[in-house]
């Protein structure tokens, strides 16, 4: 056997080896959150219960899915949704304008103070995630309430199981106060509950295979520098399927996001659109839909009126807050604002001069440029935008690639500089030549 052959069968080997185990931790956790659900819409669709019932028995599940899934930490959540809402209470006696300027204020402060100073990292990153999508939830309910789209207050049940709510509590996704509301009210399932069931289990397993067995093993080390980065960035985007399959395994599994014919309405991610990405705007779009719809409701379109500009870089600035004092999200997600502010501009510019079909969301069917999509120049000039798209998603998603002990405790300054000085700092280059060309034009 020569050294081909046995590297060969070496990486066959690792690959199964890893599917195993993989496939195995993946039912683990899945069977939790099944559980946790399906009780949940059984006890609604069979049961008859009051508004009130419905809504504490949201809160109950959920606060025990909570507990057992990340133990004694669960008080910080549960600390954040009771005192959210007692100042809630307390600013509506005073005002009834800021409500969501101050809450948010407190919230993403709590959140920052507890990365920082109270708890350790290691803990943190684990209850990271669950704490942001509490402060998604509780800012919305401010903000609408400001906003006069409660006929009145929550009270602590609809309240506390609505942040709770074992459907998107522990991995999301972000849904509103009114389609939580909604979902409780609907008694409806048929075979097809199981069925989408059975769908979202397996597509997400599969993606969770993707990302730790059959990415790191179809690239070896030893290639170039920029495939490496495409393949570690690509085991990262994988799992980001993974959780957000999973989310939505979640939701349906609680009846949550079912039409009258039982289809899902749930859309978390498209992993099409950013494999094989049109521009960076759309994978920004696609990455997570309910959080882009989050910040542009509650964020953009707030900002809006100091500038476009102005309220990208303030709804990059609050989606890197809520992620934690993190110079590697922060740095990603900013980076992400600038090079897709950077792409919006240049593509519209070289559509309205060059009349080409090129912006970054695709054109109507009936637009007005003269080289429409499917013209040779317009598939040439999407193309180049589409490789350019690829070659940042690679330069900016290489840096999650990482050792477990240092994802547990957080990614540095270091880590983060290193990794985008290995690839030249090629995309900010790029982004910065980019800017240029769209002024000249």
Not at 9 to 34: H, K, Q, S
Not at 384 to 407: D, K, N, P, W
Request: with cysteine; charged share 15%.
């Amino acid at each position: 056997m020569n050294e081909e052959e046995e590297y060969n069968e070496n990486a066959w080997t690792y690959m199964l080896l890893c599917v195993e185990p993989t496939v195995y931790e993946g039912f683990r956790f899945v069977r939790d959150l099944l559980f946790a659900n399906v009780a949940l819409r059984l006890m609604i669709q069979y049961i008859p219960l009051p508004h009130n019932l419905r809504h504490s028995l949201s809160l109950v599940i959920g606060s025990f899915l909570l507990y057992h899934c990340i133990g004694p930490p669960f008080i910080w959540t549960v600390g954040l949704t009771a005192s959210a809402y007692i100042l809630i209470i307390l600013l509506s006696f005073v005002t009834k304008k800021w409500r969501g300027l101050v809450v948010s204020m407190f919230v993403i402060s709590f959140l920052l103070l507890c990365e920082v100073h109270i708890l350790h990292p290691k803990l943190w990153q684990q209850i990271r995630g669950i704490q942001m999508i509490a402060a998604m939830k509780i800012i919305s309910v401010a903000i609408e309430l400001d906003r006069d789209l409660f006929k009145k207050m929550l009270n602590p049940v609809e309240f506390g199981g609505y942040l709770l709510c074992p459907a998107n509590s522990v991995i999301g996704p972000w849904i509103s106060f009114h389609h939580y509301n909604n979902y409780l009210e609907v008694k409806f399932l048929n075979k097809r509950w199981i069925k989408l069931i059975a769908v979202d289990l397996v597509v997400s397993i599969f993606f969770l295979t993707l990302s730790n067995c059959i990415v790191p093993w179809y690239i070896d080390d030893s290639l170039p520098k920029w495939l490496i980065a495409y393949r570690d960035a690509q085991a990262f985007r994988m799992s980001h399927y993974f959780i957000s399959r999973m989310s939505m395994l979640s939701m349906t599994s609680a009846g949550f996001g079912l039409t009258n014919d039982c289809r899902s309405e749930v859309q978390v991610t498209k992993p099409f659109f950013i494999e094989l990405p049109r521009s960076l705007v759309q994978v920004v779009i696609y990455w997570n839909i309910p959080m882009h719809q989050w910040l542009k409701q509650y964020v953009f379109k707030t900002c809006q009126p100091y500038g476009k500009f102005v309220a990208i870089f303030i709804t990059y600035a609050i989606s890197s807050l809520l992620h934690g004092w993190n110079f590697q999200f922060s740095a990603v997600l900013l980076s992400i604002g600038t090079f897709s502010y950077v792409e919006y501009n240049l593509r519209l510019k070289v559509a309205q001069t060059f009349e080409v079909c090129c912006l970054a969301n695709p054109c109507v069917k009936l637009c007005d440029h003269k080289h429409k999509k499917n013209s040779m120049i317009a598939i040439i000039t999407n193309t180049i935008f589409s490789v350019i798209t690829i070659i940042h998603l690679a330069y900016l998603g290489v840096m999650f690639e990482a050792s477990f002990s240092v994802q547990e405790s957080g990614y540095s300054y270091f880590h983060t500089i290193s990794k985008w000085e290995n690839l030249d700092y090629f995309s900010h280059i790029l982004a910065g030549f980019l800017y240029v060309v769209y002024i000249l034009i």
